[in-house]
DNA sequence: CGCGTTTGACCAGCGC
DNA sequence: GCGCTGGTCAAACGCG
């Protein structure tokens, strides 16, 4: 298993993670050593029709980080703003339309930010793996805003 | 044979 | 109105 740690989690849905206030607060974490990005306030009150979105910077060699999920590349793209290219990967799961964004960091190759876009609407295809992640914060998908709540209520 | 991965092209949104 | 950037989808290929 590659070696990797949890450095920071943004708590997206509220309106942080903007261009310029997403670097502000990245290299101001980065220059403190500290995660003061963490924010929870927005997470019930996210926007409708946006979901929630996470953000995650963790120390690691390998780009994508397998939470024990399947995960489905779709695309690749090369952004000017870094020097990396970002790739997009979705959930392949069945009734499961999340979305994970993961690019390298700008200011440092060594971290990754991994950015989730979307809740899982089932479990973890893996669980087991829940008991090898204890970096990892299962209460970060375990919450399910009511506006990403699946339409799947008429199947009774 | 099936699934996943990779690259390119196309489309949409925003800014100038 | 045009140009640019970001994002998504599709087709083909390789590997399991």
């Not at 024990?68 to 499961?96: A, D, E, F, T, V």
Request: proline residues 7%; charged residues 25%; aromatic residues 10%.
């Amino acid at each position: 298993m590659p070696e990797f740690e949890l450095s920071d989690y943004l708590m997206l849905g509220d309106g942080i993670f903007d261009d310029d206030t997403y670097s502000s607060q990245s290299m101001a974490s980065l220059e403190k050593g500290s995660a003061a990005a963490t924010e929870f306030s927005g997470v019930g009150k996210n926007k409708p029709g946006v979901g929630v979105r996470v953000a995650f910077r963790m120390k690691s060699e390998m780009e994508v980080i397998d939470d024990g999920y399947k995960w489905r590349k779709y695309g690749k793209k090369s952004i000017k703003n870094c020097p990396n290219p970002r790739n997009y990967y979705k959930c392949s799961s069945g009734g499961c339309d999340v979305k994970k964004r993961i690019e390298r960091d700008i200011n440092d190759e060594s971290y990754v930010i991994t950015t989730y876009d979307g809740v899982h609407n089932h479990e973890t295809p893996s669980m087991l793996y829940y008991n090898q992640m204890p970096l990892m914060a299962p209460n970060a998908w375990t919450l399910q805003p009511p506006s990403s709540s699946p339409p799947s209520s008429s199947s009774t």
